[in-house]
């Protein structure tokens, strides 16, 4: 932390302004940089093939082949930092194209990012265009670094495992009803600035509570579970599908009148009912409403709601679309 504080400081930040982890990378690489006096830093990001450029600082690009890199050298030693002090005079890298031509590099030291599995993923390192060394200060000052950015790699990570819990139905794994929430106002407003419609369709389970009553709460959730896969494995790719609360699903269908997503409803209505299912035979009534109809949101659900109850007291297992009439 104290290192992430330094690199604020030097890019002339007040320390108590909140960074982002993409801007906490840009502080490390900084802080290598003027620890190193290198006017090149970089942190790369390894996959099978390429080094990622995710975060970088004179230098141009977003990736470098793995076998042409320095840096695939240096995560062969991942407990030392690779030092060469000349590249012109290093047989593994004089005829190198960044040696023997534009932009000419002489110097390079990186320091491999070991995760804490123990694998390595990448390295933060500096180019110079002159030969020289490290000493040890410098050279436990980029380990250290190495160690920051493992450490910011992780927090991310984590950070957007817990957003996508946060937004994820925990039985059901689709989308929950804070994701359709945001999704939702996201959709309205898009109809409102640009005129794009858009259709919602809210989708019940027919006769649910009597299939809980008749195999119980676990057999529920498993059905709860597959009427939700079927939507997700059958819906367009484009729609957005969420557990809207109890057996109520929502679907909002992007770009849709509600002429073409009343036949989309259809077709996803009829996959649950032509489904085999074990125990009973689970059917869902839906009840559609298109935004171009509503100035607000609130009564759009609300009329997409209406529907839905009209469909199931007219019989269930149909698709009902709000009209003006």
């Not at 050298?73 to 590249?87: F, G, K, T």
């Not at 932009?103 to 110079?128: K, N, Q």
């Not at 679907?251 to 259809?266: M, N, Q």
Request: with cysteine; hydrophobic share 40%.
């Amino acid at each position: 932390m104290a290192f992430s504080l330094v690199a604020q400081a030097l890019a002339g930040k007040s320390i108590h302004e909140p960074a982002n982890a993409e801007q906490s990378l840009q502080d490390i690489i900084q802080l290598a940089s003027y620890i190193c006096d290198a006017p090149v830093a970089m942190v790369t990001k390894a996959d099978d093939t390429e080094l990622n450029l995710i975060a970088k600082l004179g230098i141009a690009g977003h990736s470098v082949l793995r076998r042409e890199s320095f840096c695939g050298y240096a995560m062969e030693a991942p407990n030392a930092v690779m030092v060469v002090p000349d590249a012109s005079l290093d047989s593994r890298f004089n005829t190198h194209p960044m040696v023997a031509s534009a932009p000419g590099y002489r110097f390079y030291a990186g320091s491999p990012l070991i995760d804490p599995e123990g694998f390595v993923i990448g390295t933060i390192c500096v180019f110079d265009y002159v030969p020289k060394q490290l000493n040890q200060k410098q050279i436990d000052s980029l380990q250290a670094l190495s160690r920051q950015v493992i450490a910011m790699l992780e927090l991310k990570k984590l950070s957007e495992q817990l957003h996508l819990t946060s937004l994820t139905d925990a039985l059901t794994g689709v989308n929950n009803r804070r994701a359709f929430d945001q999704k939702f106002e996201a959709e309205f407003s898009r109809w409102q600035r640009t005129g794009q419609p858009f259709t919602l369709a809210l989708i019940d389970i027919d006769h649910f509570k009597s299939f809980n009553d008749s195999f119980g709460h676990a057999a529920g959730d498993q059905a709860l579970s597959e009427v939700a896969s079927l939507f997700q494995q059958h819906c367009r790719n484009y729609d957005f599908f969420a557990r809207y609360g109890g057996e109520e699903f929502v679907l909002i269908l992007p770009g849709t009148d509600r002429v073409s997503a009343y036949k989309t409803l259809e077709k996803l209505r009829l996959v649950v009912a032509n489904h085999e299912w074990p125990l009973r035979q689970l059917t869902v009534s839906i009840g559609l409403a298109s935004a171009e109809k509503f100035n607000d949101k609130k009564h759009l659900l609300e009329a997409a709601d209406q529907v839905l109850y009209k469909a199931k007291t007219q019989g269930r297992n149909q698709t009902g679309v709000f009209s003006d009439s």
